[in-house]
């Protein structure tokens, strides 16, 4: 079958830095993907790995660990802005569909 | 940036009526998604479509229908409405021709059915 577990909910702090974290199981594996998805709104792409390590995009870096079936998202100098809901998102084996976890909604705190 | 859009953005109607949620994208994508998402919670695949007069059911049951008659429209259409379909429907579309395939999402349509 297929598996995303996400925390349900965290909570940081201003400037702080924060790591969500993915654990997947699913039937083959052909890219993970983290999308931002603000209240109300569609979710945006913030990253891709298909290969073990990590992959740095500004203030965001995602994590990959095929062997484990575990991701991260690091955010760092965390802004108000930054506060919405991540999605975990995996690609399954014949890269036709991708499964969605259940979302991490991240509250900043002033 | 994505060129994806859905209309309408908001909708209230009745039990029993018929609807007909739009999605285009003009990306000439190939592929494209209908999911459905209730507030708070995870999204859920409902139909998808990997080019012209293919369809497919996703992993949720759902009581609506889709066609995709030209690449870059896939409407999704319900033919007697009921409160139980609620919910928001996003729409997202890929194109795996980068290498690195990336859905890119409409903005939604959020239904009340009364």
């Known amino acids: 079958g297929q598996n995303i577990d996400q925390p349900t909910e965290m909570t940081a702090t201003e400037g702080a830095i924060v790591q969500i974290n993915c654990t997947y199981q699913t039937s083959g594996f052909n890219g993970l993907f983290w999308y931002q998805q603000h209240a109300g709104e569609a979710p945006t792409f913030l990253s891709y790995?298909?290969?073990?390590g990590l992959e740095e995009k500004g203030r965001f870096s995602s994590f990959l660990s095929r062997s484990k079936g575990y991701s991260y998202l690091l955010l760092k100098e965390l802004q108000m802005k930054d506060s919405a809901s991540y999605l975990c998102?995996?690609?399954?084996?014949?890269?036709?569909?991708?499964?969605f976890g259940p979302g991490t909604r991240l509250s900043v705190l002033p | 940036e994505a060129d994806i859009y859905q209309t309408p953005r908001y909708l209230v109607i009745g039990t029993g009526k018929k609807i007909t949620l739009e999605c285009s994208q003009t990306?000439?994508?190939?592929?494209m998604y209908w999911y459905q998402q209730d507030p708070g919670m995870e999204l859920h695949l409902i139909h998808y479509?990997?080019?012209?007069?293919?369809?497919e059911k996703g992993d949720l049951s759902s009581e609506s229908t889709v066609s995709r008659i030209r690449t870059e429209h896939f409407p999704l259409t319900l033919e007697s409405a009921r409160p139980s379909h609620t919910s928001q429907y996003l729409c997202?579309?890929?194109?795996?021709?980068?290498?690195?395939?990336?859905?890119?999402f409409g903005p939604g349509t959020r239904l009340l059915v009364l």
């Open positions: 990306m000439g994508h190939d592929k």
């Open positions: 997202a579309s890929s194109d795996d021709n980068t290498g690195q395939e990336t859905q890119y």
């Open positions: 790995n298909v290969l073990d």
């Open positions: 479509s990997y080019g012209v007069n293919s369809t």
């Open positions: 998102a995996v690609r399954d084996n014949y890269g036709q569909n991708f499964v």
